[in-house]
């Protein structure tokens, strides 16, 4: 466990930050009161930028976790894909912005796929 949250626990007449401040000092939407206690607790404002970082590295590992791979995207485009697949794709496409981008990149390019369906 952190030395920092040890401290509180040991210590629990101690100011401390409630879960909600942690979670708002990670997205750097710390209120002025939790950044003045950061600013004195030095080894509290180090957890936050390691779980800061932590946080950063899901994102980057879980980006697009559960969207169809471009092969799949590809496979909807030409209409190979069953009937139960192609609509889910396709109504994956409506919600999510990243796939739906890579879905127009790929078949609007140039040297895309828009030439190539028959």
């Given at each position: ?39 004195t ?54 919600i ?20 190539d369906?028959?």
């Amino acid at each position: 466990m952190d030395p920092c949250w040890e401290s509180m626990q040991q210590h629990p007449g101690t100011q401390t930050l409630s879960s909600l401040s942690v979670l708002s000092a990670m997205d750097g939407e710390a209120d002025p009161e939790t950044l003045a206690y950061l600013q004195t607790h030095p080894q509290c404002a180090a957890e936050i930028t390691r779980l800061r970082w932590l946080q950063n590295l899901l994102r980057t590992r879980l980006f697009r976790l559960f969207c169809p791979s471009t092969d799949m995207l590809i496979d909807h485009y030409f209409g190979l894909l069953d009937c139960d697949q192609h609509i889910t794709i396709g109504d994956h496409l409506k919600i999510c912005p990243h796939c739906a981008a890579e879905f127009v990149m790929l078949t609007r390019t140039p040297t895309g796929l828009e030439s190539d369906k028959s």
